[in-house]
C-alpha cells in the first residue's frame, strides 16, 4: 500500500512506493530509495510536489495529500471570507480548475503505478 505525501513533508523514515524518473526517463529514485536531503533536491529540481511512499505508522493523517473533494471545501471556506467580485469568482473557477486537473493527473500516474 502506498499513500501520497506532498515533498514539504517527507523525512528519512520514508521509502519510494515507486521509482522516479526524470523527463528523458533517467532514473533519479528508484523504488524503496530512502527520502534524504539529496533525494528530496534533486525531486524539487524536477519540481515534484508529491510522491508515493510506502504507507506505513510512520506517516501521519496531516501529512497526506488531501482528496480533491477535501481540497475543493477548504478553498470554499477560505474564499467564502473575501468579498464577492469578478476578480474573486475567476480566482475561485481558476483555482478549482487547477485542483480539478491536478487530481486527474495524479490519478493517471496512480493507475500506471506498479502493483504491491
Keep these: 500500500m502506498s499513500a501520497r505525501v506532498p515533498l514539504e513533508f517527507v523525512n528519512e523514515t520514508m521509502r519510494l512506493a515507486h521509482p522516479i524518473s526524470d523527463a528523458e526517463g533517467r532514473l533519479v529514485a528508484g523504488v524503496g530509495s530512502t527520502l534524504t536531503a539529496t533525494v ?24 497526506r495529500a488531501q482528496a480533491l473533494d477535501e481540497r475543493l471545501r477548504e478553498l470554499e471556506r477560505r474564499l467564502d471570507r473575501e468579498p464577492t467580485n469578478e476578480a474573486m469568482i475567476a480566482l475561485r473557477s481558476a483555482i478549482t480548475r487547477h485542483l480539478c486537473k491536478r487530481t486527474v493527473r495524479l490519478e493517471q500516474e496512480r493507475i500506471v503505478e506498479p502493483q504491491e
Design 40 to 63: 528530496v533536491r534533486a525531486l524539487r529540481r524536477l519540481a515534484i510536489q508529491t510522491v508515493l511512499v510506502v504507507d506505513n505508522e510512520a506517516v501521519a493523517s496531516w501529512e
